[in-house]
């Protein structure tokens, strides 16, 4: 093969290495295959807490149970310090809020209805007795009354502050009428706080007609009512005073029923 025919077949065998690729012509960039993205997760939704709405009233309910049911058990506690029973009968009333009763003018008498439909025989009643006035002034505790209460039978213990007396009576009244034979007479008694705006607490326990008193812890004596004049009734409150203005205020007051 001459020299020329060698120059023609290197020159082949140099463009079928090149390729068909004309000069200035980029090569081909490989494109990347796209890559999978995972799938987001979904995120729960926390579950409510279920919070209730308070029961205002039952709580309040139970609250007054609560409190009454340690009042009784303190009252139980005390009674058994004096010597008295309350291993028979049950609490009748256990007070709810002080009451105070006003009086003004001239002989003005007031009467509160304690529990209108708790009516009983025998019984233990406690309560504290604040008084405040500028002038003689009477807190009493009406028991065993008709159901027209101020204006039929009645059983009254008053304690009262007289010209610096410190007196306390038990008395029977039959509408108006007051009935002396029926009275223990008013006593002196020493343990009666005098002071205005001074407390007193008053005991009285009642079994058929014997009727028992204690002021500030201190036995006073019984009275007996050999009349039998009033077996059962109910409860209440009463202030009177002579002129001005005077109050008498119950708190902290039980009543143990007997029967």
């Known amino acids: ?6 120059l023609l077949v290197i020159a082949i065998l ?3 290495t090149a390729g068909c690729t004309s000069p200035g012509t980029p090569a081909a960039t490989e494109i990347p295959l796209p890559s999978a993205t995972p799938a987001a997760t979904p995120t729960s939704e926390p579950t409510p807490t279920f919070t209730p709405t308070p029961d205002r009233t039952a709580t309040q309910a139970a609250e007054a149970t609560a409190a009454a049911d340690e009042d009784i058990a303190r009252f139980r506690s005390e009674m058994s310090e004096y010597g008295i029973s309350t291993d028979s009968g049950h609490p009748g009333w256990v007070h709810e809020a002080p009451v105070m009763l006003v009086v003004s003018g001239y002989q003005d008498l007031e009467h509160h209805a304690v529990v209108p439909d708790l009516e009983t025989s025998d019984f233990i009643l406690r309560t504290d007795v604040t008084w405040e006035s500028n002038n003689a002034i009477q807190c009493g505790i009406v028991f065993r009354a008709a159901p027209e209460f101020e204006e039929g039978e009645r059983y009254g213990f008053w304690f ?12 029977f009244w039959d509408g108006n009428a007051y009935l002396a034979s029926a009275s223990n007479g008013v006593r002196y008694s020493s343990d009666i706080n005098l002071d205005n705006g001074g407390t007193n607490q008053i005991l009285l326990v009642a079994e058929e007609y014997t009727f028992t008193v204690y002021i500030n812890g201190v036995r006073q004596g019984e009275f007996h009512d050999h009349n039998s004049l009033a077996t059962t009734g109910r409860f209440g409150f009463a202030a009177y005073h002579y002129a001005g203005d005077s109050t008498c205020t119950f708190a902290n007051t039980v009543i143990w029923v007997y029967r």
């Not at 093969?1 to 060698?6: A, E, I, L, P």
């Open 1 to 6: 093969m001459n020299h020329r025919c060698k």
């Open 14 to 16: 140099l463009f079928a």
């Open 160 to 171: 009262l502050r007289q010209s610096g007396r410190k007196l306390w009576e038990i008395q």
